[in-house]
């Protein structure tokens, strides 16, 4: 939904909801706890993240690094993940006793059994980042087995244990509530920030204006005046006691004139469907104001199938009487604490405005292409939520490579990523590596990943916006941190960064041979502890260390230490 109107009333108040009901969850085995410490949240399952579900839940650490992590139940590791984003150091252990795997992210490092086969490995292909699978009899695990140390690794916001639990014939996440909301104390009902009505395209409007009407909180209670499909919103999340998170809401459901129209829950998802957490907010709101109203509206496409159910409008209310609509949200946790917000819809007859769309129409269901003006897309169906109209705009800038072409536009989520190609129109380089194509967020650039083929950067996106070609001839940065003390405090560590494209790849080496530096995306932090089985004692050593970027731009530093 774009171009719409808004209103958003402050919610001042709130009353307990009697009733809201949800299925009893069937018996489920009793796993163990992974940490020994008090467990308490920094983020919950199912949170609407940006463009994902949260897929498990988030320990806290007592910020600090180092906690031992505890195996739920027995199994084998199936995969052992090390990156420099994402969970970074991760493990996955399956339990074929109880149909479940659970994942462990953010380690800070993994026990004396599973580190040696990962070390091996990592040495073995040169390479910090290792993806492993693992057969059943390779690394059995028992339950309550320390298996790793918890940590701050991979694109982890502070120390923290992000734990998954999945169903493993669909690799489906689970809310892994229900298997350990005994541990964890919560008598804290949800939150109401806010409440928000918008009218469809072409269909609906409200309080007959085309802009976002505010209320003051003082006159929270006033109706809404609507006529025709309008879709309500709420600003809302849950709560726990004694910390200042914010957590997402499991249960949602609306009800107008004591009827349920519209149920939400967020108990399981497929990663397939994962960025279809954009359907359940207004996406124009998130994208031009950071604000995550919640919606009821379902798109065509309904790509989050059971998690949603409607009265058979798909969440639009149709508002065609002149009367009171009585309103109600509720809202529930995994604990059964609830709250609920009324609010008020009053019909009033009026002349809906009419929506004039430019561009082409493109059916969400269909194969759709563009091809003009140096700018190719293609579309496979599933791409679009609901049938958009697209269109695009083509500026010249003598400081690129190409014209700036706006595709799409910005406030339209897409759930697959689409085919691109733009033409390299002052092709001027020998070395076609270092052209880089680039997406225009206001005053910032963000490399996008594209290889050069005949004269076009040939990529694929998830997004719209604004595209162009630029090059990057600049070396990434690569400084030593305190050399003369690497020998004192047995680490040799790097801080590298890349101001376009964005680093590649590092080699570390000491005295001609391959080490392991390990490598903290989010800092630009590589470190090497040496291990006296590969560096010598009481002598002195050179160490290299080569950082390539994306478009094949190389430094190469040389540091000397005594160890």
């Given at each position: 939904?774009?171009?719409?109107?808004?209103?958003?009333?402050?919610?001042?108040?709130?009353?307990?909801?009697?009733?809201?009901?949800?299925?009893?969850?069937?018996?489920?085995?009793?796993?163990?706890?992974?940490?020994?410490?008090?467990?308490?949240?920094?983020?919950?399952?199912?949170?609407?993240?940006?463009?994902?579900?949260?897929?498990?839940?988030?320990?806290?650490?007592?910020?600090?690094?180092?906690?031992?992590?505890?195996?739920?139940?027995?199994?084998?590791?199936?995969?052992?993940?090390?990156?420099?984003?994402?969970?970074?150091?991760?493990?996955?252990?399956?339990?074929?006793?109880?149909?479940?795997?659970?994942?462990?992210?953010?380690?800070?490092?993994?026990?004396?059994?599973?580190?040696?086969?990962?070390?091996?490995?990592?040495?073995r292909q040169e390479s910090f980042r290792v993806d492993m699978s693992f057969s059943p009899d390779e690394i059995p695990v028992r339950k309550g087995e320390i298996i790793a140390?918890?940590?701050?690794?991979?694109?982890?916001?502070?120390?923290?244990?992000?734990?998954?639990?999945?169903?493993?014939?669909?690799?489906?996440?689970?809310?892994?509530?229900?298997?350990?909301?005994?541990?964890?104390?919560?008598?804290?009902?949800?939150?109401?920030?806010?409440?928000?009505?918008?009218?469809?395209?072409?269909?609906?409007?409200?309080?007959?204006?085309?802009?976002?009407?505010?209320?003051?909180?003082?006159?929270?209670?006033?109706?809404?005046?609507?006529?025709?499909?309008?879709?309500?919103?709420?600003?809302?999340?849950?709560?726990?006691?004694?910390?200042?998170?914010?957590?997402?809401?499991?249960?949602?459901?609306?009800?107008?004139?004591?009827?349920?129209?519209?149920?939400?829950?967020?108990?399981?998802?497929?990663?397939?469907?994962?960025?279809?957490?954009?359907?359940?907010?207004?996406?124009?709101?998130?994208?031009?104001?950071?604000?995550?109203?919640?919606?009821?509206?379902?798109?065509?496409?309904?790509?989050?199938?059971?998690?949603?159910?409607?009265?058979?409008?798909?969440?639009?209310?149709?508002?065609?009487?002149?009367?009171?609509?009585?309103?109600?949200?509720?809202?529930?946790?995994?604990?059964?604490?609830?709250?609920?917000?009324?609010?008020?819809?009053?019909?009033?007859?009026?002349?809906?405005?009419?929506?004039?769309?430019?561009?082409?129409?493109?059916?969400?269901?269909?194969?759709?292409?563009?091809?003009?003006?140096?700018?190719?897309?293609?579309?496979?169906?599933?791409?679009?939520?609901?049938?958009?109209?697209?269109?695009?705009?083509?500026?010249?800038?003598?400081?690129?490579?190409?014209?700036?072409?706006?595709?799409?536009?910005?406030?339209?989520?897409?759930?697959?990523?689409?085919?691109?190609?733009?033409?390299?129109?002052?092709?001027?380089?020998?070395?076609?590596?270092?052209?880089?194509?680039?997406?225009?967020?206001?005053?910032?650039?963000?490399?996008?990943?594209?290889?050069?083929?005949?004269?076009?950067?040939?990529?694929?996106?998830?997004?719209?916006?604004?595209?162009?070609?630029?090059?990057?001839?600049?070396?990434?940065?690569?400084?030593?941190?305190?050399?003369?003390?690497?020998?004192?405090?047995?680490?040799?560590?790097?801080?590298?960064?890349?101001?376009?494209?964005?680093?590649?790849?590092?080699?570390?080496?000491?005295?001609?041979?391959?080490?392991?530096?390990?490598?903290?995306?989010?800092?630009?932090?590589?470190?090497?502890?040496?291990?006296?089985?590969?560096?010598?004692?009481?002598?002195?050593?050179?160490?290299?260390?080569?950082?390539?970027?994306?478009?094949?731009?190389?430094?190469?530093?040389?540091?000397?230490?005594?160890?």
């Open positions: 939904m774009k171009n719409m109107t808004c209103r958003i009333v402050c919610a001042a108040a709130m009353a307990l909801l009697a009733g809201v009901v949800h299925s009893a969850s069937e018996t489920l085995p009793q796993l163990h706890r992974p940490l020994d410490i008090p467990m308490v949240l920094s983020g919950n399952f199912g949170e609407l993240r940006n463009n994902h579900f949260h897929s498990g839940l988030d320990f806290k650490t007592q910020g600090k690094t180092g906690f031992p992590i505890y195996c739920a139940e027995d199994g084998y590791v199936s995969r052992v993940l090390v990156s420099p984003w994402g969970f970074g150091r991760a493990i996955y252990v399956v339990h074929p006793s109880i149909g479940l795997t659970t994942v462990y992210g953010h380690l800070e490092a993994f026990s004396n059994k599973i580190d040696k086969i990962v070390r091996q490995e990592q040495y140390r918890s940590g701050n690794s991979g694109s982890s916001g502070g120390p923290h244990l992000h734990m998954d639990v999945r169903e493993t014939a669909t690799e489906n996440p689970l809310d892994p509530m229900p298997y350990f909301k005994k541990y964890i104390k919560d008598n804290v009902a949800p939150s109401v920030r806010s409440i928000a009505l918008y009218p469809e395209d072409d269909s609906g409007v409200v309080d007959g204006v085309g802009r976002a009407a505010y209320r003051q909180p003082a006159k929270f209670g006033e109706p809404f005046v609507a006529w025709g499909r309008v879709v309500p919103g709420i600003k809302a999340y849950d709560k726990m006691p004694g910390v200042s998170n914010i957590y997402g809401v499991k249960y949602l459901t609306l009800e107008i004139d004591g009827k349920q129209v519209y149920r939400r829950v967020i108990e399981r998802f497929s990663f397939d469907s994962t960025r279809a957490v954009h359907t359940l907010v207004n996406y124009p709101d998130k994208v031009n104001k950071s604000s995550w109203v919640m919606v009821t509206r379902v798109p065509k496409s309904r790509p989050l199938g059971a998690m949603i159910e409607t009265d058979g409008d798909n969440g639009v209310i149709t508002i065609n009487e002149e009367r009171d609509y009585n309103c109600r949200f509720l809202l529930e946790d995994e604990h059964g604490n609830r709250s609920s917000v009324k609010f008020v819809i009053r019909g009033k007859r009026s002349e809906i405005p009419e929506k004039r769309d430019a561009g082409t129409l493109f059916r969400y269901d269909g194969t759709n292409s563009y091809n003009m003006n140096g700018l190719k897309v293609m579309f496979q169906p599933g791409t679009f939520y609901d049938d958009i109209y697209f269109s695009t705009k083509c500026s010249d800038d003598a400081g690129y490579c190409s014209p700036v072409h706006s595709v799409g536009s910005a406030d339209i989520p897409l759930h697959k990523s689409f085919d691109m190609e733009i033409d390299v129109t002052r092709d001027t380089l020998v070395d076609k590596r270092k052209y880089c194509l680039v997406r225009i967020d206001g005053k910032s650039k963000r490399a996008v990943p594209a290889e050069y083929k005949e004269g076009k950067m040939v990529t694929r996106v998830n997004r719209f916006g604004k595209y162009t070609v630029t090059t990057d001839t600049k070396s990434p940065t690569v400084t030593p941190r305190r050399p003369a003390r690497w020998g004192k405090r047995r680490c040799v560590s790097y801080r590298i960064s890349d101001g376009m494209s964005g680093v590649e790849s590092y080699r570390g080496e000491i005295d001609g041979k391959f080490v392991l530096f390990e490598y903290d995306g989010k800092s630009g932090l590589l470190t090497y502890r040496p291990e006296s089985s590969r560096v010598k004692k009481g002598k002195k050593h050179v160490v290299t260390m080569t950082v390539t970027d994306a478009c094949g731009n190389t430094t190469e530093s040389r540091s000397t230490f005594v160890w």
